[in-house]
């Protein structure tokens, strides 16, 4: 089946340095991607909507300029957290809409960041 | 507006037994989606279901099935003969026809001691 991968896994990064973290669709197009961020024990938190070829749509109160997001081709999209520091430390995830009306939604494994 | 509620924040129960992981949703639109995920430790999420808002009959999958009730709002998730590996966070989402993200419930911790 239709799988989504994140990479990397788990990533430690020192306080202002930047932090880049891949989704790809393995065996689909994806013209639409999301990013979310998890904390501890709560629900998952859109963080922004990609589509291929143009400018994430960001959700109120996610910082476009902190979170870059690039979408640039139908498998691709990235998210870089610029300046990072330790309350940026979370669980990152992806995800990737598939068929007519991106009805089927496949997440990738998810990327633990912690900022030192 | 969407909204999805999973009012069960905790479950804890004994191997082999049954559980019910509520779902309640919102939604003005008449087409629309209803998912469930889970979530274990790892933290990946991995899809269960989808069930789109013209098909009401309930679903059985090995121990899991799902019974979904327009009267109600609602996509209950059974789980039948609780094992532990079934230990994790179950999400329930929805998704409008015309809306591109899912908006997701609270999530609901279900925990499957020996």
């Known amino acids: 089946g239709a799988v989504v991968s994140q990479h990397p896994s788990w990533v430690i990064c020192k306080s202002g340095t930047s932090v880049k973290i891949e989704c790809r669709s393995l065996?689909?197009?994806?013209?639409?991607m999301f990013w979310y961020r998890q904390f501890p024990k709560q629900s998952l938190m859109l963080m922004a909507t990609?589509?291929?070829?143009?400018?994430?749509?960001?959700e109120q109160g996610v910082e476009k300029d902190k979170f870059l997001i690039n979408h640039a081709s139908l498998t691709l999209s990235t998210l870089t957290v610029t300046s990072a520091h330790p309350e940026d430390s979370s669980f990152y995830i992806c995800?990737?809409?598939?068929?007519?009306?991106?009805?089927?939604?496949?997440f990738g494994e998810g990327s633990w960041l912690t900022v030192v | 507006a969407q909204k999805v509620t999973q009012a069960q924040t905790e479950i804890s129960v004994v191997e082999k037994e049954d559980v019910t992981l509520d779902c309640v949703y919102e939604t003005r639109d008449t087409t629309y989606y209803l998912f469930w995920y889970k979530q274990p430790p790892s933290g990946e999420l991995v899809f269960l279901i989808r069930?789109?808002?013209?098909?009401?009959q309930n679903e059985i999958s090995g121990r899991y099935s799902w019974n979904f009730q327009k009267s109600t709002s609602s996509f209950n998730f059974t789980i039948t003969a609780s094992q532990v590996v079934d230990s994790a966070v179950y999400f329930c989402?929805?998704?409008?026809?015309?809306?591109?993200?899912?908006?997701f419930g609270q999530g609901t911790r279900l925990t499957i001691n020996p």
């Open positions: 990609s589509n291929e070829g143009s400018k994430a749509t960001y």
């Open positions: 065996d689909f197009q994806a013209t639409t």
């Open positions: 989402a929805l998704k409008d026809q015309g809306a591109q993200k899912l908006v």
């Open positions: 069930r789109n808002s013209f098909d009401e």
């Open positions: 995800s990737a809409s598939q068929g007519v009306g991106g009805n089927t939604i496949y």
